[in-house]
């Protein structure tokens, strides 16, 4: 079955430092790639998206993201954290044409001030 | 983007009883969907409403359970029926396909 992977569930990190997630998924074929965060008490929001093209995407709050096909990994960087970036991250995946979003379990940050 | 809300943000409920969660979108969509977050984990489809068709259901999702409505573009609802505490979730919709932006979300305890 087709699954997305996030293999750090939970990250501490102090401010300033850098930040990698990874995600991998398990599919041969097409895929289109997302980055979520969820804040503390907050809804859902889009952080990047990869369809085509080049595949380093950058996102909002100095977020981005590098698709490495041969890898099937699609990690979250961001070169220095803030406290503000505490939250919940998830990886997802939409596989060819399909509708679906396939979501990986999630990892919990927390970056100390 | 368009704008998705729901409502009610948050609800407590009594076992046995059934919620209807409302979506609007502030403009017209083809296909809306449902998920769940369950506590502590990640998101989960239940269905996709098409307007004007039944709702699709994912596997281990069913009709009785999650009755779903399409009424026009821009609203949905989706009732969790005969609840039960396993049914306290987040539930969520989402607008389109590709770069799906989410609601806030229907924060619910079942007790």
């Known amino acids: 079955a087709q699954s997305v992977s996030q293999h750090n569930h939970h990250v501490i990190l102090s401010e300033a430092a850098s930040l990698e997630l990874g995600c991998n998924y398990s599919y041969g074929g097409t895929v289109n790639l997302f980055w979520y965060v969820q804040y503390p008490g907050q809804h859902l929001q889009l952080l990047l998206k990869?369809?085509?093209?080049?595949?380093l995407v950058k996102g909002i709050k100095g977020f981005e993201a590098e698709f490495i096909k041969s890898k099937f990994s699609f990690n979250l960087r961001k070169p220095s954290v803030q406290w503000s970036d505490t939250a919940e991250y998830f990886c997802a995946v939409i596989l060819d044409s399909s509708y679906k979003l396939i979501f990986g379990s999630g990892t919990r940050l927390l970056v100390r001030p | 983007s368009a704008v998705i809300s729901q409502k009610p943000s948050r609800d407590i409920c009594q076992r046995g009883t059934s919620l209807t969660i409302q979506c609007q979108v502030d403009?017209?969509?083809?296909?809306m969907f449902w998920y769940r977050q369950q506590p502590g984990q990640s998101l989960t489809l239940i269905a996709t409403a098409n307007q004007g068709s039944e709702a699709t259901y994912e596997s281990g999702f069913v009709i009785d359970k999650f009755p779903i409505s399409r009424p026009n573009l821009t609203f949905s609802t989706l009732t969790v029926s005969n609840m039960s505490p396993e049914d306290s979730s987040i539930y969520l919709c989402?607008?389109?396909?590709?770069?799906?932006?989410f609601g806030p979300g229907t924060r619910l305890t079942v007790l």
């Open positions: 989402s607008d389109r396909l590709g770069g799906q932006f």
């Open positions: 403009s017209q969509v083809t296909m």
């Open positions: 990869y369809f085509s093209g080049d595949p």
